[in-house]
């Protein structure tokens, strides 16, 4: 089992910053690649970023390409969403994800909330106009 603990969502004017922190715990973090989820009132959740297990490969949604990074630190267990020029449509309910891989998918990210195995409990972002 992995647990998932998301941190540092909150209230912001657009335009401003948040960074997103995930603690993992349970399992070899350097195993699990990584993601980021959204879900905004009345839509379905939605893929923000993902990164590898190695760190090595990154992907992100079209709709925060730019302004958003994801980044992990393997010795803290954490993955990080650096979120930058935020947007009042950025307003949402921010989980973070975690999949097992083995070493032969060290470079795989993953986009497809059903191939997760692990989610946290979510951290509300709101962005003000």
């Known amino acids: 089992q992995v647990q998932l603990v998301e941190s540092g969502g909150g209230l912001v004017q657009a335009g401003g910053s948040l960074r997103l922190s995930c603690a993992a715990s349970g399992r070899a973090f350097s195993s699990l690649s990584m993601g980021w989820f959204r879900q905004a009132p009345g839509k379905e959740r939605e893929f923000v970023a993902a990164i590898s297990r190695s760190a090595g490969s990154t992907t992100y949604a079209d709709s925060v390409k730019g302004r958003f990074t994801i980044s992990r630190d393997n010795a803290k267990n954490t993955v990080y969403l650096q979120m930058n020029s935020l947007k009042p449509e950025d307003t949402a309910v921010y989980y973070c994800?975690?999949?097992?891989?083995?070493?032969?998918?060290?470079?795989?990210?993953?986009?497809?909330?059903?191939?997760?195995?692990?989610w946290g409990q979510g951290t509300q972002v709101t962005v003000s106009s």
């Open positions: 994800a975690a999949k097992g891989v083995q070493w032969n998918f060290v470079s795989s990210t993953y986009t497809n909330s059903r191939e997760y195995d692990y």
